[in-house]
């Protein structure tokens, strides 16, 4: 590598990390201008936590969680270093020390390298309460947990659960937030008795209000887990001879946890940046362009605060790597990161739930224009929050038929329907352009009842006069039905009501009986 | 046994249930005499509906539906007024050359002399290439080989290039890149017909070639007809009032859409793992970008909610799990994009993660546009094509067309600019100078048309081959009148690859000549002793020796057997005498025989909405109009039936802007402006407007589209532009 290049250390070798090596390789593909080396701690190559719990629920498996086909960085000229921290860096000096833990065939070793811009990528840990008996030792961050309780973050933690849930039978899951959810949904589709534990009056109070809490309860319920709310976990005890391992909850309750599955939130990993001496509020606090307090630093994804907001998302820190890999690379030098909309999505095949934007509004709120519908026996919620006729939030549950419509609406910010309705079904409310169902005697005379023929209702009506009392007879002269036959029904029907309707009169028929129409052109 | 039942026994039939059955049994039970009359087959769509012509003057002649596997007994409104046609007023009988700014009549030998002259003369002083073809997908099977023969051999030009490029190319790209072979459907039609599930991505037929809605029944009244579509189009709606699903996609947005739906084929175990392993490659390279495409990403991009993308890969699993027919079927609004290629490649991608390709019951297809839309594709009528879907800068290629045709290969030209590069370089430095026009109204159809229309006017000589005056012929310098439909004999290639016998059973009026006639006539004047035979059997024999060994091989068909009712498929070859129905069922026609995931991503249109244009346009067609419209538009009924251009549009859409239904409005884009009537449609998204593309002059859908290019098959942007709606003052 010739020093011409320019040489672009990334730190983390996660979603965002790896997203912005290869951003960057977009808009510099033969490597002639910038060199760069992700860092990762994890073992693995870059892989897609998303898919974490899709690959505990059983469809998939941890291979395919790859973010790139084996070869593809070093193909493009990707420096990717797994297994691997970096201990320290200099920021005078633009160094980093890379450092082994020892673990791996290497042992322990340590290398020093220059880079001319380091961005951190560092993402966030989960973060496992100091509860008595869920850590190995002493309780404290990133400390070994025990035997039977995992933390709900890295493809290392996805195979625990999966091996784990092959011998367990029961589980709890602390924390009911989006991840704890998923994790459930997973262990449910190994057959595994799940009980989730969660501190507040509803599941993922994040994202909703008390009325689509409830309801969201009532679903997780229906798919067959259990849920605790309102209390937390006292405790944890392992299995000993003569108990099953369980856990205590703050009312005294005993549940049987053979595996206990910890999804209490995350904390963005700062450590780096503390002893660097960057800004760190929640994270590495950075500007629109993704700079920390010092030259030639950057942060973006999980460990980056911006505008006072921590992402918890992929899709932020995915704009962040666009955004910066524009910057370092000059290719479009006013680009700048003003933040991403907020849409969280609950994936699991039973329950449908999306959440955007301000939801904890008041239906009477004077400020906003809120519409709600619910539906809780059949899991149903629905609240969208307007403001200047603008979607600003929204809560949707088990009404998946709207979400695609309304996640659109609230990303871009266009006006809504004015029919409030068809806002709210995410379509119109009746559709046009179809005959089927409809009833022929309310039908216009210009309603076309052959598409293919462009036959209207007056033509056939007007061939039925001049003696064409079949389809057949209609079809020879008007051709209705001869293109893809099917409005035959329809103009069966239609000469059954006119045979019924006008048997021998020539003169406009009267409105006749709606039940014999319909039997007519069903 | 009369010719309509030859034609049409190859079995199928007894499972067909026939649309027009009074028409169609009486004429059946005709014996092939005259009287019969002639069975020939649509003037216009790929479908190449089967149709009875009887009557033999202009006046008399009358068109009735025949029984055949692909229409069934149906026929839509164009079919039925196909007649009109060929007595429309306006018909052209004489040659026209242009003098004092007129096209005024001329004799045979005046007009091809001012062709022959011009040519002779621009070559010579300007070279080869400076005299351009540009033909269309409309021609017979005959005149789409003979017109590539004449650019090569005759004008040995490189610059050849046909409407086709704006119609198939992405979607032929894609089949050649995944399966090694681009043929519309890989399995007859009829295939469709009995399966459970099908998904249409782009596709309109209940417009675009309605009798193909019969072999959709079975799918829409089992609820398993899906139609990703901007709009809730008839065909939408049909799959709708079956319990089916509408999937509404952004336009632009269905790579997306089909990397989605991968997605969740993987995730949620509806994925073929055997059959991607036995019969595909490139998986692993795929899926990881497919990976990244959540569901619920794809569903902010694409605003088709998650529930009915899973919906949708569930019921195609389904029915091929129970072995009720599962089909993924791709055409032109999720082609005609920049990145059409890429993106039927996810479509691909999603099919072959399904394990739908190369199994019976199960397939992916593209639906053939125009009439001779498959073997105008084939036959050297392509920039970068040979006869027999060759390659022209294939040296084995290269030899042994040059060997049928009696030439040294040496003396082929290589590939040229495809049809918009071709058309954008007219009467530049280094670009052509004379170009000749054969079944096509690039003034109306070509993309950024106004862009198009003054490169026309930049050249020598304009020369239009047409039966009407059309938008280009009218701007022309020769126009040479020609025959139509049902005065010419010939074969085209259906929608499945099968080939047809098209029929004359008509004189053309006097004054009228063959393409064939013109060519031949013209080699002879600009000094090319090459033989141009003017006989389409003739012409049809060297165009099977040299489809020999090429991918479309059609070596064994011949007039006798199409005449005899034989149901031939290419290939069809010494080694495969009946034809192939069904291809790719032992192994796809790649060097390995293994299928191709190709990775590819979303990419989204080329030109992004924003404030000063906000809206997305798509363009499309109505029923009653075929193409650019230059034939349909002569045809009273269907004109009566069609109205005037419109612009279709939410109401609040329309509103925001002062418009209501009926209002006259101007849709804006970068390039141009269309006036269209507003046309109301609450099941519109409030994005996006849709224009047809039958109209010229200020009616001219074209006038907005963007002519970014796919960079693979060279297709344009024809599916999604920025456009804003304005009052008329």
């Known amino acids: 590598m010739t020093r011409t290049r320019r040489h672009v250390l990334v730190v983390g070798n996660g979603m965002a990390g790896a997203r912005l090596a290869e951003e960057i390789r977009q808009r510099d593909p033969e490597a002639a201008r910038f060199a760069v080396t992700v860092v990762g701690e994890e073992p693995h190559p870059a892989y897609n936590r998303v898919l974490l719990s899709t690959v505990v629920a059983g469809g998939i498996t941890p291979r395919d969680t790859r973010l790139k086909p084996g070869g593809w960085w070093a193909a493009r000229h990707i420096d990717v270093v797994t297994g691997t921290r970096v201990t320290s860096v200099d920021v005078d000096a633009h160094t980093a020390t890379l450092g082994t833990d020892g673990t791996g065939r290497t042992g322990r070793t340590e290398r020093i390298v220059a880079w001319d811009e380091l961005v951190l990528a560092t993402g966030s840990t989960s973060f496992v309460p100091p509860t008595d008996g869920l850590y190995a030792g002493a309780p404290r961050p990133g400390a070994v947990l025990a035997d039977g309780v995992v933390a709900f973050r890295t493809v290392d933690d996805c195979g625990r659960i999966v091996e784990a849930a092959g011998s367990a039978s029961t589980a709890v899951v602390i924390g009911g937030g989006l991840l704890g959810l998923e994790a459930a949904r997973g262990l449910l589709a190994r057959g595994v008795d799940v009980t989730v534990v969660h501190p507040q009056d509803f599941p993922m109070d994040r994202q909703l209000d008390a009325d689509g809490g409830a309801v969201l309860s009532r679903v997780v319920r229906g798919i067959g887990a259990r849920l605790v709310l309102g209390r937390f976990v006292a405790a944890r005890h392992a299995r000993t001879d003569s108990v099953p391992a369980h856990v205590v909850l703050d009312d005294g309750t005993s549940l049987a946890a053979d595996l206990v599955v910890v999804a209490t939130g995350v904390r963005p990993r700062t450590d780096l940046a503390v002893a660097i001496g960057l800004d760190v509020a929640r994270g590495v606090v950075v500007d629109d362009r993704l700079a920390t307090s010092v030259p030639h630093v950057h942060a973006i994804g999980e460990c980056a605060e911006h505008r006072g907001e921590v992402p918890g998302l992929v899709q932020p820190g995915w704009d962040q790597a666009r955004v910066l890999a524009d910057v370092l690379t000059g290719s479009d030098p006013r680009a700048v990161y003003e933040g991403t909309s907020v849409l969280t999505r609950l994936k699991a095949p039973d329950i449908d739930l999306a959440s955007m934007g301000t939801v904890d509004v008041d239906v009477h709120d004077p400020g906003h224009e809120v519409l709600a519908f619910t539906d809780p026996s059949r899991g149903r919620y629905a609240k969208l929050v307007l403001r200047h006729d603008r979607l600003v939030g929204a809560i949707l549950l088990g009404v998946g038929d709207a979400a695609g419509a309304l996640t659109q609406l609230y990303d871009t910010g266009s006006v809504a329907p004015r029919d ?76 059954s009501w006119l045979r019924s309707a006008e048997p021998t009169s020539p003169t406009p028929a009267p409105v006749p009986a709606p039940a014999a129409l319909t039997e007519g052109a069903a | 046994m009369t010719t309509d039942l030859m034609e049409s026994g190859n079995g199928e039939l007894g499972t067909c249930v026939d649309v027009h059955s009074r028409t169609s049994r009486a004429l059946e039970a005709d014996a092939p005499s005259e009287r019969a009359g002639v069975a020939t087959h649509c003037a216009y769509c790929g479908l190449q509906c089967a149709m009875t012509l009887t009557g033999s003057t202009t006046t008399d002649l009358a068109v009735a539906p025949r029984r055949f596997p692909t229409n069934r007994g149906g026929l839509c409104q164009k079919g039925w007024t196909s007649a009109e046609l060929l007595r429309a007023p306006g018909r052209l009988t004489t040659p026209l050359v242009r003098r004092d700014g007129e096209l005024v009549p001329a004799s045979w030998d005046d007009a091809l002399g ?47 290039d046909y409407n086709g490029r704006w119609c198939m190319s992405s979607a032929a790209a894609a089949g050649i890149r995944s399966f090694g072979l681009d043929r519309g459907l890989p399995f007859p039609v009829t295939d469709i017909g009995s399966a459970h599930a099908v998904l249409l991505l782009g596709a309109n037929p209940a417009e675009t070639m309605p009798p193909f809605l019969t072999h959709l029944v079975r799918a829409a009244e089992a609820g398993g007809l899906m139609v990703a579509d901007p709009r809730l189009t008839p065909t939408a709606a049909k799959a709708v009032d079956g319990g089916g699903l509408h999937l509404q996609l952004r336009p632009g947005s269905d790579a997306a859409l089909a990397l989605g739906m991968l997605h969740l084929a993987v995730t949620e175990g509806y994925a073929d793992r055997h059959f991607i392993a036995e019969r595909t490659s490139g998986f692993d390279d795929l899926w990881p970008i497919a990976a990244q495409w959540l569901p619920e990403r794809v569903e902010r991009v694409t605003g088709v909610a998650v529930t009915t993308m899973r919906a949708a890969v569930a019921a195609l699993a389904r029915a091929r799990d129970t072995e009720r027919g599962a089909y993924i079927l791709s055409a032109r609004g999720t082609e005609q994009h920049a990145t059409g290629t890429d993106t039927v490649s996810a479509c691909i991608g999603l099919a072959l993660a399904l394990g739908l390709p190369g199994n019976p019951g199960t397939g992916y297809g593209t639906i053939t546009g125009q009439g001779n839309g498959q073997g105008g594709r084939e036959h050297g009528q392509k920039a970068d094509q040979l006869p027999g879907y060759r390659k022209i800068d294939d040296p084995a290629a290269r030899a042994h067309v040059a060997a049928v045709w009696g030439v040294d290969p040496a003396d082929l030209p290589g590939p040229g600019r495809s049809a918009f590069e071709l058309l954008s370089a007219l009467g530049t430095d280094g670009g052509p100078r004379v170009l000749m026009v054969h079944g096509s109204n690039p003034v109306v159809s070509a993309p950024d048309a106004r862009v198009v229309s003054e490169r026309l006017t930049a050249l020598d000589l304009l020369i239009v081959s047409d039966f009407v005056l059309s938008e280009t012929a009218a701007v022309a310098d020769v126009v040479l009148p020609v025959l139509q439909w049902a005065e010419e004999e010939g074969t085209l290639t259906n929608l499945e690859g099968r080939v047809l016998r098209r029929r004359r059973a008509l004189t053309a009026p006097v004054g009228c000549r063959s393409e064939l006639e013109i060519w031949s006539e013209l080699a002879g004047r600009i000094g090319c002793s090459t033989d141009f035979p003017t006989d389409p059997r003739t012409v049809f024999d060297e165009l099977r020796r040299a489809s020999a060994g090429g991918p479309a091989d059609y070596s064994a068909v011949t007039w006798e057997r199409l005449d005899a009712g034989e149901s031939l498929h290419w290939p069809c070859s010494t080694e495969r005498p009946q034809g192939t129905p069904r291809l790719f069922l032992d192994a796809f026609a790649t060097p390995d025989g293994l299928a191709r995931f190709v990775p590819v991503d979303h990419v989204g249109p080329a030109e992004a909405d924003d404030a000063e244009f906000p809206l997305v346009a798509t363009t499309g067609r109505v029923l009653q109009h075929y193409q650019s419209g230059a034939q349909t538009r002569l045809v009273a009924e269907l004109c009566a039936s069609a109205g005037e251009m419109f612009v279709q549009v939410h109401p609040d859409t329309a509103s925001a802007v002062g418009l209501g239904e009926g209002d006259l409005a101007d849709v804006v884009s970068r390039r141009g402006r269309t006036r269209a009537a507003v046309r109301v449609d609450e099941d519109m998204r409030a994005d996006v407007v849709f224009l047809p593309f039958h109209w010229g002059g200020e009616a001219r859908a074209n006038s907005l589209t963007h002519a970014a290019l796919d960079p693979t098959s060279r297709m344009p942007e024809f599916k999604a532009c920025a456009v804003r709606l304005e009052a008329i003052a």
Do not use: H, W
């Open chain 1, 420 to 495: 409030r309705l068809s806002l709210m079904l995410g379509r119109a409310i009746s559709r046009s352009g179809t005959t089927e169902g409809v009833n022929l005697a309310e039908m216009p005379g210009t309603a076309v009842i052959c598409r293919c023929n462009t036959v209207t209702k007056s033509a056939i009506v007007g061939a039925f006069r001049s003696g064409a009392d079949t389809v057949g007879a209609v079809a020879d002269a008007t051709r209705a039905t001869t293109g893809c036959g099917s409005c035959k029904s329809a103009v069966d029907g239609l000469c």
């Open chain 2, 114 to 160: 001012i062709v022959a002259d011009a040519i002779v003369r621009t070559q010579t002083a300007y070279g080869r290439d400076a005299v351009a073809v540009f033909g269309g997908g409309g021609l017979t099977n005959e005149k789409a080989y003979q017109l590539g023969k004449f650019a090569r051999v005759a004008l040995r030009t490189s610059q050849i």
